[in-house]
């Protein structure tokens, strides 16, 4: 992804004395690109639909940030952070067939983002990057979601 979008890579602290220290993350010229789990790992600290808003409104736009919720459907309260989409075009939500559809192992993942970036990424992805049991596997899935 880094590559795709001709970005630069660094890495900074999220953490200041156990808390997320967003100010530093916002504040920083050291990057192009941020990479935001949530729930987080390894605390499982979820956060809510309006701090993700007020995070992104205060970031950079020609930053990037990519959201990776691979585990956010084992959360209570779940997010809609694909409403975020239509208002930063600077966002990039990761998922993952491995734990939301039990298919661990056959390396299914996938993001959400705006056309432009999206296309980035489809010229720098090699052709049939899945096998064809793992495409298999997710096409079932998807067609069976009612009954996961």
């Keep these: 992804m880094i590559q ?3 970005l630069s890579e660094n890495s900074i602290s999220l953490f200041d004395d156990g808390n ?3 100010n530093g993350l916002i504040n920083s ?12 790992n390894p ?4 956060l809510s639909l309006s701090k993700l808003d007020e995070l992104l409104r205060c970031f950079p ?7 990776d919720e691979v585990y956010i459907d084992y959360t209570k309260n779940n997010v809609d952070s694909l409403s975020l989409l239509e208002k930063y075009n600077n966002l990039i939500i ?9 298919l661990a192992g056959l390396r299914i993942g996938y993001c959400i983002s705006n056309k432009k970036i999206i296309n980035a990424l489809k010229n720098k992805t090699v052709p049939y990057n899945i096998n064809s049991i793992s495409s298999v596997a997710a096409c079932s899935a998807l067609n069976n979601i009612c009954k996961i």
């Design 43 to 46: 605390t499982g600290e979820l």
């Design 29 to 40: 010229n050291l990057f192009d690109i941020v990479i935001l789990c949530n729930p987080h």
């Design 20 to 22: 997320q220290n967003f």
């Design 94 to 102: 990761v998922r993952s067939f491995s734990k939301s559809f039990g």
């Design 4 to 6: 795709a979008l001709n």
């Design 61 to 67: 736009k020609n930053k990037y940030i990519i959201l």
